[in-house]
Protein backbone atom coordinates (compact mmCIF):
# COMPACT_ATOMS: atom_id res chain seq x y z
CA UNK A 1 0.00 0.00 0.00
CA UNK A 2 1.33 3.83 -1.14
CA UNK A 3 1.40 5.52 2.39
CA UNK A 4 0.67 9.11 2.02
CA UNK A 5 3.15 11.88 2.67
CA UNK A 6 4.25 14.18 5.37
CA UNK A 7 6.74 16.75 4.51
CA UNK A 8 8.79 19.55 5.89
CA UNK A 9 8.87 22.96 4.44
CA UNK A 10 11.47 24.22 5.16
CA UNK A 11 11.94 28.29 3.59
CA UNK A 12 15.61 29.23 3.78
CA UNK A 13 16.60 33.35 4.19
CA UNK A 14 20.64 34.12 5.09
CA UNK A 15 21.57 30.78 5.97
CA UNK A 16 18.16 30.34 8.29
CA UNK A 17 15.24 28.90 8.48
CA UNK A 18 12.04 31.59 8.18
CA UNK A 19 8.47 31.30 8.32
CA UNK A 20 5.79 33.95 7.63
CA UNK A 21 2.65 34.18 7.12
CA UNK A 22 1.07 34.16 3.42
CA UNK A 23 4.42 34.00 2.94
CA UNK A 24 5.28 37.52 3.83
CA UNK A 25 6.27 39.01 7.10
CA UNK A 26 9.31 36.45 7.78
CA UNK A 27 10.76 35.67 11.13
CA UNK A 28 13.91 33.07 11.99
CA UNK A 29 12.82 30.07 13.55
CA UNK A 30 15.77 28.10 13.56
CA UNK A 31 18.60 26.45 11.59
CA UNK A 32 18.82 24.90 8.69
CA UNK A 33 20.42 21.49 9.61
CA UNK A 34 19.09 21.35 13.03
CA UNK A 35 15.27 21.10 12.01
CA UNK A 36 16.28 18.98 9.07
CA UNK A 37 18.77 16.41 12.03
CA UNK A 38 15.05 16.85 13.97
CA UNK A 39 12.59 16.17 11.28
CA UNK A 40 14.40 13.12 9.76
CA UNK A 41 15.09 11.93 13.31
CA UNK A 42 11.18 11.91 13.66
CA UNK A 43 10.31 10.32 11.01
CA UNK A 44 9.27 12.61 7.91
CA UNK A 45 9.13 11.45 4.61
CA UNK A 46 10.71 14.36 2.24
CA UNK A 47 11.88 17.94 3.17
CA UNK A 48 10.62 20.98 0.76
CA UNK A 49 13.49 23.66 1.13
CA UNK A 50 12.49 27.04 -0.02
CA UNK A 51 14.57 30.02 -0.97
CA UNK A 52 12.78 32.57 0.34
CA UNK A 53 14.62 35.19 -1.25
CA UNK A 54 15.03 34.04 -4.90
CA UNK A 55 18.44 35.86 -5.08
CA UNK A 56 21.35 34.65 -6.79
CA UNK A 57 23.37 35.17 -3.61
CA UNK A 58 20.70 32.87 -1.99
CA UNK A 59 21.06 30.41 -4.41
CA UNK A 60 25.09 29.71 -3.17
CA UNK A 61 24.24 29.28 0.48
CA UNK A 62 20.91 27.19 -0.74
CA UNK A 63 23.14 24.98 -2.67
CA UNK A 64 25.66 24.44 0.96
CA UNK A 65 22.83 23.82 2.72
CA UNK A 66 21.25 21.23 0.63
CA UNK A 67 24.63 19.75 0.35
CA UNK A 68 24.99 18.87 4.16
CA UNK A 69 21.82 17.97 4.71
CA UNK A 70 22.01 15.24 1.77
CA UNK A 71 25.30 14.18 3.91
CA UNK A 72 23.19 12.89 7.03
CA UNK A 73 19.21 13.22 5.75
CA UNK A 74 18.59 9.68 3.58
CA UNK A 75 15.21 11.04 2.42
CA UNK A 76 13.97 12.59 -0.90
CA UNK A 77 14.63 16.72 -1.28
CA UNK A 78 12.74 18.68 -3.17
CA UNK A 79 14.08 22.54 -4.01
CA UNK A 80 12.15 25.73 -4.54
CA UNK A 81 12.66 28.98 -5.29
CA UNK A 82 14.10 31.12 -8.16
CA UNK A 83 14.68 29.02 -10.26
CA UNK A 84 14.81 30.27 -13.68
CA UNK A 85 16.79 28.57 -15.82
CA UNK A 86 17.91 25.28 -16.59
CA UNK A 87 21.73 25.20 -15.19
CA UNK A 88 20.08 26.07 -12.04
CA UNK A 89 18.55 22.82 -12.17
CA UNK A 90 21.48 21.31 -12.82
CA UNK A 91 23.48 22.67 -10.19
CA UNK A 92 20.53 22.14 -7.14
CA UNK A 93 20.12 18.43 -8.47
CA UNK A 94 24.31 18.11 -8.20
CA UNK A 95 24.19 19.48 -4.86
CA UNK A 96 21.75 16.26 -3.78
CA UNK A 97 18.31 17.47 -4.08
CA UNK A 98 15.89 14.62 -5.83
CA UNK A 99 13.62 17.28 -7.49
CA UNK A 100 12.75 20.61 -8.34
CA UNK A 101 9.86 22.97 -7.76
CA UNK A 102 9.69 25.82 -10.14
CA UNK A 103 6.78 28.41 -10.06
CA UNK A 104 7.11 32.26 -11.64
CA UNK A 105 9.89 30.98 -14.37
CA UNK A 106 7.56 28.36 -15.41
CA UNK A 107 4.28 30.22 -15.81
CA UNK A 108 5.74 33.00 -17.48
CA UNK A 109 7.33 30.63 -19.66
CA UNK A 110 5.62 27.41 -20.09
CA UNK A 111 8.29 26.16 -22.73
CA UNK A 112 10.99 25.99 -19.77
CA UNK A 113 8.94 23.79 -18.07
CA UNK A 114 9.01 21.44 -21.25
CA UNK A 115 12.47 21.84 -21.50
CA UNK A 116 13.16 21.20 -17.95
CA UNK A 117 11.44 17.92 -18.35
CA UNK A 118 12.50 16.73 -21.40
CA UNK A 119 16.45 17.24 -19.26
CA UNK A 120 15.97 15.88 -16.26
CA UNK A 121 13.08 13.36 -16.20
CA UNK A 122 9.78 14.15 -15.35
CA UNK A 123 9.89 12.54 -11.56
CA UNK A 124 12.43 15.79 -11.03
CA UNK A 125 10.05 18.24 -12.26
CA UNK A 126 7.40 19.77 -9.57
CA UNK A 127 5.04 22.01 -9.89
CA UNK A 128 4.63 25.05 -7.61
CA UNK A 129 1.25 26.98 -7.59
CA UNK A 130 0.35 29.79 -5.33
CA UNK A 131 -2.76 30.14 -5.36
CA UNK A 132 -5.20 32.97 -3.95
CA UNK A 133 -9.01 32.67 -3.87
CA UNK A 134 -10.36 35.49 -6.13
CA UNK A 135 -14.03 34.27 -5.70
CA UNK A 136 -16.40 31.51 -5.12
CA UNK A 137 -14.63 28.37 -6.68
CA UNK A 138 -11.99 30.82 -8.25
CA UNK A 139 -8.32 30.91 -7.27
CA UNK A 140 -5.52 32.69 -9.43
CA UNK A 141 -2.03 31.48 -9.61
CA UNK A 142 0.52 33.84 -7.96
CA UNK A 143 3.93 34.46 -8.21
CA UNK A 144 7.32 36.11 -6.47
CA UNK A 145 6.40 34.00 -3.30
CA UNK A 146 2.50 35.28 -3.13
CA UNK A 147 3.26 38.75 -4.39
CA UNK A 148 2.67 38.81 -8.08
CA UNK A 149 -0.69 38.51 -9.64
CA UNK A 150 -0.66 36.91 -13.38
CA UNK A 151 -4.35 36.84 -13.89
CA UNK A 152 -3.88 32.80 -14.51
CA UNK A 153 -6.88 30.48 -13.03
CA UNK A 154 -4.69 28.15 -11.09
CA UNK A 155 -7.02 25.31 -11.62
CA UNK A 156 -6.17 25.31 -15.78
CA UNK A 157 -2.48 26.64 -15.26
CA UNK A 158 -2.46 22.91 -13.08
CA UNK A 159 -3.80 21.17 -16.16
CA UNK A 160 -1.87 23.29 -18.54
CA UNK A 161 1.40 22.20 -16.91
CA UNK A 162 0.24 18.81 -16.53
CA UNK A 163 0.31 18.51 -20.67
CA UNK A 164 3.91 19.88 -20.34
CA UNK A 165 4.60 16.67 -18.15
CA UNK A 166 5.53 17.54 -15.26
CA UNK A 167 5.79 15.04 -12.50
CA UNK A 168 4.55 16.33 -9.18
CA UNK A 169 2.50 19.29 -8.11
CA UNK A 170 2.76 21.58 -4.80
CA UNK A 171 -0.22 23.23 -4.40
CA UNK A 172 0.34 26.67 -1.93
CA UNK A 173 -3.00 28.42 -0.88
CA UNK A 174 -1.79 32.11 0.04
CA UNK A 175 -4.58 32.78 2.10
CA UNK A 176 -4.26 29.79 4.31
CA UNK A 177 -0.45 29.95 4.37
CA UNK A 178 0.81 30.48 8.11
CA UNK A 179 -2.00 30.77 9.38
CA UNK A 180 -2.46 27.57 11.00
CA UNK A 181 -6.08 27.87 10.31
CA UNK A 182 -6.25 24.66 8.52
CA UNK A 183 -6.23 24.09 4.67
CA UNK A 184 -8.24 25.42 1.98
CA UNK A 185 -10.11 22.23 1.87
CA UNK A 186 -12.19 23.88 -1.18
CA UNK A 187 -8.72 24.21 -3.22
CA UNK A 188 -7.47 20.87 -2.71
CA UNK A 189 -10.45 19.05 -3.65
CA UNK A 190 -10.55 21.31 -7.00
CA UNK A 191 -6.88 20.74 -8.01
CA UNK A 192 -7.13 16.85 -6.73
CA UNK A 193 -9.91 16.73 -9.55
CA UNK A 194 -7.27 17.71 -11.73
CA UNK A 195 -4.29 16.36 -11.01
CA UNK A 196 -3.16 12.89 -12.54
CA UNK A 197 0.10 13.27 -10.62
CA UNK A 198 0.97 13.56 -7.05
CA UNK A 199 -0.13 16.21 -5.31
CA UNK A 200 1.38 17.72 -2.51
CA UNK A 201 -0.63 20.74 -0.64
CA UNK A 202 0.95 23.28 1.85
CA UNK A 203 -0.41 26.00 3.75
CA UNK A 204 -2.73 26.22 6.63
CA UNK A 205 -1.98 22.99 9.22
CA UNK A 206 -2.31 23.71 12.77
CA UNK A 207 -3.41 20.78 14.12
CA UNK A 208 -3.83 17.31 13.73
CA UNK A 209 -7.41 17.27 12.55
CA UNK A 210 -6.09 19.77 9.75
CA UNK A 211 -3.44 16.90 8.04
CA UNK A 212 -6.55 14.26 8.83
CA UNK A 213 -9.23 16.49 6.97
CA UNK A 214 -6.95 17.31 3.87
CA UNK A 215 -5.24 14.10 3.40
CA UNK A 216 -9.47 12.62 3.46
CA UNK A 217 -9.40 14.52 0.32
CA UNK A 218 -9.41 11.86 -2.72
CA UNK A 219 -6.25 12.15 -4.92
CA UNK A 220 -4.16 14.55 -2.44
CA UNK A 221 -1.15 12.56 -1.84
CA UNK A 222 1.19 14.13 0.50
CA UNK A 223 0.91 17.23 2.98
CA UNK A 224 3.53 20.03 3.28
CA UNK A 225 4.06 21.70 7.10
CA UNK A 226 6.17 24.37 7.92
CA UNK A 227 5.12 26.87 11.23
CA UNK A 228 3.13 23.82 13.27
CA UNK A 229 6.54 21.94 13.18
CA UNK A 230 8.86 25.21 13.58
CA UNK A 231 6.44 26.15 16.60
CA UNK A 232 6.53 22.97 18.13
CA UNK A 233 2.84 22.63 18.22
CA UNK A 234 3.48 18.79 16.33
CA UNK A 235 6.23 16.35 15.46
CA UNK A 236 6.15 14.28 12.53
CA UNK A 237 5.39 11.38 14.79
CA UNK A 238 2.43 13.20 16.38
CA UNK A 239 0.76 13.91 12.84
CA UNK A 240 1.18 10.41 11.71
CA UNK A 241 0.12 8.74 14.97
CA UNK A 242 -3.40 10.87 14.32
CA UNK A 243 -3.19 10.49 10.61
CA UNK A 244 -2.41 6.56 11.16
CA UNK A 245 -5.55 6.50 13.96
CA UNK A 246 -7.92 7.88 11.87
CA UNK A 247 -7.27 4.95 9.30
CA UNK A 248 -4.90 6.65 7.14
CA UNK A 249 -1.80 4.97 5.79
CA UNK A 250 1.49 6.58 6.94
CA UNK A 251 4.77 5.17 6.99
CA UNK A 252 5.90 4.71 10.47
CA UNK B 1 36.96 -3.56 -0.76
CA UNK B 2 36.67 -1.81 -4.07
CA UNK B 3 32.96 -0.40 -4.45
CA UNK B 4 32.34 1.38 -7.67
CA UNK B 5 29.80 3.48 -8.49
CA UNK B 6 28.93 3.30 -12.51
CA UNK B 7 28.58 6.98 -13.87
CA UNK B 8 26.90 6.50 -17.26
CA UNK B 9 25.30 10.31 -16.79
CA UNK B 10 22.29 9.34 -15.06
CA UNK B 11 21.56 9.12 -11.41
CA UNK B 12 22.26 11.20 -8.36
CA UNK B 13 25.41 9.47 -7.55
CA UNK B 14 25.91 12.28 -5.08
CA UNK B 15 23.22 10.62 -3.03
CA UNK B 16 24.41 7.07 -3.19
CA UNK B 17 27.84 8.08 -2.13
CA UNK B 18 26.63 10.12 0.98
CA UNK B 19 24.39 6.40 1.73
CA UNK B 20 27.07 4.15 1.80
CA UNK B 21 29.72 6.52 3.38
CA UNK B 22 27.13 6.87 6.16
CA UNK B 23 27.32 2.98 5.75
CA UNK B 24 31.21 3.43 6.17
CA UNK B 25 32.36 2.49 2.72
CA UNK B 26 33.80 4.93 0.17
CA UNK B 27 32.54 4.23 -3.21
CA UNK B 28 34.22 5.63 -6.29
CA UNK B 29 32.39 6.85 -9.26
CA UNK B 30 33.93 6.23 -12.61
CA UNK B 31 32.98 5.36 -16.13
CA UNK B 32 36.81 3.61 -16.74
CA UNK B 33 36.43 0.54 -17.47
CA UNK B 34 39.97 -0.46 -16.33
CA UNK B 35 38.12 0.78 -12.77
CA UNK B 36 35.07 -1.00 -13.37
CA UNK B 37 36.41 -4.67 -13.90
CA UNK B 38 38.73 -4.13 -10.46
CA UNK B 39 35.94 -3.75 -8.54
CA UNK B 40 34.26 -6.02 -6.09
CA UNK B 41 31.28 -4.85 -6.45
CA UNK B 42 29.26 -2.71 -9.30
CA UNK B 43 26.62 -0.15 -8.27
CA UNK B 44 24.43 0.73 -11.19
CA UNK B 45 22.46 3.62 -10.68
CA UNK B 46 19.63 5.30 -13.16
CA UNK B 47 16.78 7.68 -13.33
CA UNK B 48 15.24 8.19 -16.96
CA UNK B 49 14.56 6.36 -19.69
CA UNK B 50 15.49 2.80 -20.53
CA UNK B 51 16.55 3.16 -23.82
CA UNK B 52 18.89 6.06 -23.35
CA UNK B 53 20.05 4.79 -20.73
CA UNK B 54 20.97 1.63 -22.33
CA UNK B 55 22.63 3.74 -24.89
CA UNK B 56 25.16 6.00 -22.34
CA UNK B 57 25.85 2.60 -20.93
CA UNK B 58 27.08 1.16 -24.86
CA UNK B 59 28.29 4.60 -26.07
CA UNK B 60 30.78 4.55 -22.97
CA UNK B 61 31.29 0.73 -23.62
CA UNK B 62 29.99 -0.17 -20.33
CA UNK B 63 27.50 -2.97 -20.98
CA UNK B 64 30.35 -5.50 -21.83
CA UNK B 65 32.43 -4.48 -19.24
CA UNK B 66 29.46 -4.56 -16.78
CA UNK B 67 28.39 -8.36 -18.20
CA UNK B 68 32.01 -9.48 -18.24
CA UNK B 69 32.13 -8.41 -14.54
CA UNK B 70 28.70 -9.87 -13.51
CA UNK B 71 30.71 -13.30 -15.09
CA UNK B 72 33.71 -13.09 -12.99
CA UNK B 73 32.01 -12.70 -9.94
CA UNK B 74 31.59 -8.92 -8.77
CA UNK B 75 28.41 -8.10 -6.95
CA UNK B 76 26.01 -6.01 -8.73
CA UNK B 77 23.17 -3.68 -7.51
CA UNK B 78 21.25 -1.84 -9.77
CA UNK B 79 19.25 0.51 -8.18
CA UNK B 80 15.44 1.91 -9.69
CA UNK B 81 16.60 2.13 -13.84
CA UNK B 82 19.69 0.34 -13.17
CA UNK B 83 17.22 -2.50 -11.96
CA UNK B 84 15.36 -2.62 -14.78
CA UNK B 85 18.59 -2.48 -17.13
CA UNK B 86 19.55 -5.55 -15.89
CA UNK B 87 16.75 -7.55 -17.65
CA UNK B 88 16.75 -8.62 -20.66
CA UNK B 89 14.12 -6.13 -22.24
CA UNK B 90 11.96 -3.16 -22.01
CA UNK B 91 9.11 -1.79 -23.83
CA UNK B 92 9.78 1.90 -22.69
CA UNK B 93 9.11 3.97 -25.22
CA UNK B 94 9.88 0.88 -28.07
CA UNK B 95 11.65 -2.28 -27.36
CA UNK B 96 14.89 -2.30 -25.97
CA UNK B 97 17.07 -5.18 -25.26
CA UNK B 98 18.70 -4.98 -21.68
CA UNK B 99 21.76 -6.12 -20.24
CA UNK B 100 20.15 -9.57 -20.02
CA UNK B 101 21.84 -10.33 -16.69
CA UNK B 102 18.56 -11.37 -15.26
CA UNK B 103 15.84 -13.19 -17.64
CA UNK B 104 12.65 -10.71 -18.15
CA UNK B 105 11.32 -7.79 -19.39
CA UNK B 106 10.29 -4.38 -18.06
CA UNK B 107 6.61 -3.48 -18.63
CA UNK B 108 4.46 -0.39 -17.87
CA UNK B 109 1.86 -0.16 -15.07
CA UNK B 110 -0.58 0.70 -17.78
CA UNK B 111 0.19 -2.50 -19.82
CA UNK B 112 -0.84 -5.03 -17.03
CA UNK B 113 -4.07 -6.12 -17.28
CA UNK B 114 -5.22 -5.92 -13.57
CA UNK B 115 -3.85 -2.21 -12.90
CA UNK B 116 -6.24 0.09 -11.34
CA UNK B 117 -5.84 3.13 -14.28
CA UNK B 118 -7.25 5.79 -11.38
CA UNK B 119 -3.91 4.95 -9.61
CA UNK B 120 -1.54 7.65 -10.59
CA UNK B 121 1.74 6.60 -12.63
CA UNK B 122 4.62 7.04 -12.03
CA UNK B 123 3.87 5.25 -8.58
CA UNK B 124 5.97 7.95 -6.23
CA UNK B 125 6.34 7.26 -3.05
CA UNK B 126 6.59 5.55 -0.20
CA UNK B 127 5.45 1.65 -0.27
CA UNK B 128 5.86 -1.45 1.58
CA UNK B 129 8.34 -3.87 0.24
CA UNK B 130 7.19 -7.54 1.04
CA UNK B 131 9.95 -9.80 1.13
CA UNK B 132 9.17 -13.84 -0.82
CA UNK B 133 12.21 -15.28 0.74
CA UNK B 134 15.25 -15.31 2.72
CA UNK B 135 17.98 -13.23 1.47
CA UNK B 136 21.39 -11.54 3.43
CA UNK B 137 19.96 -8.64 1.10
CA UNK B 138 17.16 -8.50 2.97
CA UNK B 139 18.03 -9.17 6.62
CA UNK B 140 16.48 -7.59 9.58
CA UNK B 141 13.69 -6.20 6.85
CA UNK B 142 10.29 -7.31 7.31
CA UNK B 143 7.99 -5.21 5.65
CA UNK B 144 9.52 -2.11 5.72
CA UNK B 145 8.71 1.05 3.44
CA UNK B 146 10.93 1.93 0.97
CA UNK B 147 10.77 5.32 -1.54
CA UNK B 148 9.47 4.64 -5.13
CA UNK B 149 9.84 6.44 -8.44
CA UNK B 150 8.97 4.71 -11.66
CA UNK B 151 6.40 4.38 -14.44
CA UNK B 152 7.85 0.93 -15.56
CA UNK B 153 8.30 -2.57 -13.27
CA UNK B 154 10.23 -5.30 -13.94
CA UNK B 155 8.94 -8.96 -14.39
CA UNK B 156 11.39 -11.69 -13.61
CA UNK B 157 10.93 -14.94 -16.04
CA UNK B 158 12.07 -17.08 -13.07
CA UNK B 159 9.93 -16.57 -9.92
CA UNK B 160 12.46 -18.01 -7.82
CA UNK B 161 14.42 -14.47 -8.63
CA UNK B 162 12.03 -12.26 -7.08
CA UNK B 163 13.27 -11.51 -3.84
CA UNK B 164 10.67 -9.33 -2.71
CA UNK B 165 7.52 -7.53 -4.30
CA UNK B 166 5.49 -4.96 -3.21
CA UNK B 167 1.84 -3.63 -4.27
CA UNK B 168 0.55 -0.29 -6.41
CA UNK B 169 -2.94 0.08 -8.38
CA UNK B 170 -3.95 -3.62 -7.34
CA UNK B 171 -0.63 -5.07 -9.04
CA UNK B 172 1.73 -7.24 -6.97
CA UNK B 173 5.38 -6.21 -9.30
CA UNK B 174 8.95 -7.44 -8.35
CA UNK B 175 10.88 -4.64 -6.07
CA UNK B 176 14.15 -7.15 -5.23
CA UNK B 177 15.49 -9.41 -7.94
CA UNK B 178 18.55 -11.64 -7.41
CA UNK B 179 20.66 -14.54 -9.29
CA UNK B 180 23.49 -15.29 -7.37
CA UNK B 181 25.44 -11.73 -6.87
CA UNK B 182 23.21 -10.15 -9.68
CA UNK B 183 20.66 -7.95 -7.45
CA UNK B 184 18.55 -4.84 -8.10
CA UNK B 185 15.87 -3.14 -6.62
CA UNK B 186 13.39 -0.93 -8.08
CA UNK B 187 13.25 1.43 -4.63
CA UNK B 188 15.83 4.20 -4.02
CA UNK B 189 17.53 2.69 -0.86
CA UNK B 190 19.64 5.87 -0.90
CA UNK B 191 16.51 7.59 -0.45
CA UNK B 192 14.48 4.93 1.58
CA UNK B 193 15.83 6.53 5.37
CA UNK B 194 16.87 3.98 7.99
CA UNK B 195 15.27 0.94 6.38
CA UNK B 196 17.55 1.73 2.66
CA UNK B 197 20.60 2.11 4.88
CA UNK B 198 20.01 -1.41 6.03
CA UNK B 199 19.72 -2.67 2.80
CA UNK B 200 22.60 -0.98 1.48
CA UNK B 201 24.25 -2.47 4.94
CA UNK B 202 23.50 -5.63 3.82
CA UNK B 203 25.01 -5.48 0.20
CA UNK B 204 28.12 -4.73 1.93
CA UNK B 205 27.87 -7.52 4.20
CA UNK B 206 27.47 -10.01 1.37
CA UNK B 207 30.29 -8.33 -0.44
CA UNK B 208 32.24 -8.82 2.86
CA UNK B 209 31.33 -12.14 3.55
CA UNK B 210 32.33 -13.40 0.01
CA UNK B 211 36.01 -12.30 -0.10
Known amino acids: MKKLRVIARLDIKNNTVVKGIHLEGLRVVGRPDELADRYYSQGVDELLYVDAVASLYERNSLTEIIKAAARRVFVPMTVGGGIRKIEDIT??????????????????????????????????IVLSVQAKRRGPGQWEAYTETGRERTHRDAIAWIREALALGVGEVLLTSVDAEGTKKGFDLELVAAAARVCAVPLIVSGGAGSAQHLVDVL????????????????????????????????????? | MKLVVVDYGLGNLYNLGNAFARCGRTVEVSHDPAVLRAADALILPGVGAFGDGKRRLEALGLDAVIRSAAEAGAAILGICLGMQLLMDTSEEFGLHQGLGLIAGEVLHFHSHPAFDRSAKVPHMGWNDILPQREHPLLRGLAAPDMYFVHSYYARAADASQVLATARYGGVEFCSVVGRGRILGCQFHPEKSSASGLRLIENFIGMIEDSL
Open chain 1, 91 to 124: EILHSGADKVAVNTAAIRNPEFLRQAVHKFGSQC
Open chain 1, 216 to 252: RTPGVDAVAMASVLHYGLLTIGDAKSALRGDGLEVRL
